[in-house]
């Protein structure tokens, strides 16, 4: 395990594939949307903040999966972001879906999406929606508790269980763990409740915490989920079970090294002559570095001559959300300064004062409350001005599709979306 957590450091192969960097995204008609907004004459909500959406980077998300992680047939998480061209390309490349909830079952349904192609990932489900995922023929679901395994008796005894199993997801950047799975301690009485039950335990499931980057955690999963297949058949005599679902927290960053300690850990533990099929529930992996938000510069307070408080017209209660919600660090870059583009030189910006990067900001939100900042230090190339766009890359996960519209701020409905070539994309 010490050398599966050493991995990163120690092995120059741990390069993770190139990946188009949303730099070189910005084409043409993005200028000409921005060079179309003036300032002076716009109608209140022209200025808004958006998003550019990179469906070639989608694309190349999808082939690296299938390059590194041939065996596994990913379950996307819906709620990381709902976007209909996400979820429909995604369901053109054979992806399937992992939902939480009726909404997200029927969004998934009312695109023609087979019900066998979802699995209902929530282990404390409302018995109402039980009932909806049985109407809808939707078999695939996670428990974790015994009292959930009496409302699928009661209301969807044909279900195919997973039972979800509990982590060391404490270097994850998200927990989860702390809310779902069983600890092994319990398997063995779920494993009997549902013998007691007559139901159709169909697999396990585990979820190594959102944005993990300890790798040994999936490695130590993998193997107590093979424990639980063998308790159920060898100490139950269950007929053996046939799906591993490995969950989600995958990083474009760590992907690497996160895939080769689980394709070591499944060749290890269910070898492909095990006939066990293998699911995951990415989410944040296939949509983070496919959105780029860009925000405008709505205000300024001038601190002194090398600092000041800049308001844009997108924060914490909008798609930044992920700031508190999500632990994430959005990154400040300059799209747009006194009337020019900078997007093309990869206009760099710096946590710490350079020669090269001399203005101080803070960034704040547009709505009233002191809690939405941004970031209350970052470093500039440019004494940023009113009318000035800022872009921030890789938020696509878990921002809009948490976003408000607190203080009366709608949150950027506007998303333009990119082909491989820069070329905007209409669906
Ligand atoms: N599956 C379940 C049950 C989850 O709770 C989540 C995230 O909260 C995911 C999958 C997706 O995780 P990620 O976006 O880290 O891949």
């Not at 998200?174 to 697999?203: F, P, Q």
């Not at 090269?356 to 939100?365: A, D, F, N, Q, T």
Request: charged share 20%.
């Amino acid at each position: 395990l010490k050398y599966l957590t050493n991995l990163r450091i120690n092995n120059p192969d741990f390069i993770n594939l190139p990946h188009k960097p949303n730099h070189s995204i910005i084409n043409q008609q993005l200028i000409n949307h921005i060079n179309n907004i003036n300032n002076e004459t716009c109608l209140p909500g022209e200025e808004n903040s958006f998003f550019i959406g990179d469906l070639g980077e989608l694309d190349n998300l999808f082939k690296n999966w299938k390059l590194q992680l041939p065996r596994i047939q990913p379950f996307y998480a819906v709620k990381c972001n709902p976007n209909p061209i996400i979820l429909k390309r995604l369901a053109s490349f054979g992806v399937n879906f992992d939902c939480a909830s009726k909404l997200e079952i029927e969004t998934i349904l009312k695109m023609g999406i087979s019900p066998d192609r979802i699995i209902y990932a929530n282990p404390c489900k409302m018995s109402s929606f039980i009932r909806f995922a049985k109407e809808s023929n939707v078999l695939k679901s996670t428990f974790d508790n015994i009292e959930e395994l009496y409302k699928i008796k009661k209301f969807h005894p044909n279900s195919q269980l997973f039972l979800r199993i509990a982590t060391d997801d404490s270097t994850a950047q998200c927990r989860l763990s702390t809310k779902y799975g069983a600890d092994l301690e319990n398997v063995r009485d779920l494993i009997a409740k549902c013998k007691e039950l007559d139901l159709n335990l169909h697999g396990v499931s585990f979820h190594v915490g959102s944005g993990a980057n300890d790798f040994s955690t999936l490695y130590k999963a993998t193997r107590d989920a093979k424990w639980v297949f063998d308790i159920a058949e060898n100490e139950f005599n269950m007929p053996p079970l046939k799906t591993l679902d490995v969950g989600g927290g995958f990083q474009l960053d760590s992907f690497k090294e996160a895939t080769h300690v689980l394709n070591m850990a499944l060749d290890e533990f269910f070898p492909i002559e095990s006939n066990v099929q293998i699911i995951a529930e990415p989410g944040r992996y296939f949509v983070a570095s496919t959105f780029t938000l860009a925000t405008n510069v709505i205000a300024k307070r001038k601190v002194n001559n090398e600092e000041s408080m800049i308001y844009i017209n997108d924060g914490v209660y909008g798609n930044m959300n992920c700031i508190l919600f999500d632990h994430q660090e959005p990154v400040p870059r300059t799209l747009y300064h006194n009337k020019q583009f900078h997007y093309f030189n990869n206009e760099s910006t710096s946590k710490t004062q350079t020669k090269e990067h001399p203005y101080k900001v803070s960034i704040w939100g547009p709505t009233c409350d002191g809690l939405d900042c941004i970031t209350k230090e970052y470093y500039m190339k440019h004494d940023l001005v009113i009318g000035d766009w800022l872009y921030f890359p890789d938020l696509g996960a878990y921002t809009s599709s948490a976003a408000t519209a607190f203080n009366g701020f709608e949150q950027a409905a506007t998303i333009v979306f990119i082909d491989e070539n820069g070329e905007v994309v209409k669906e």
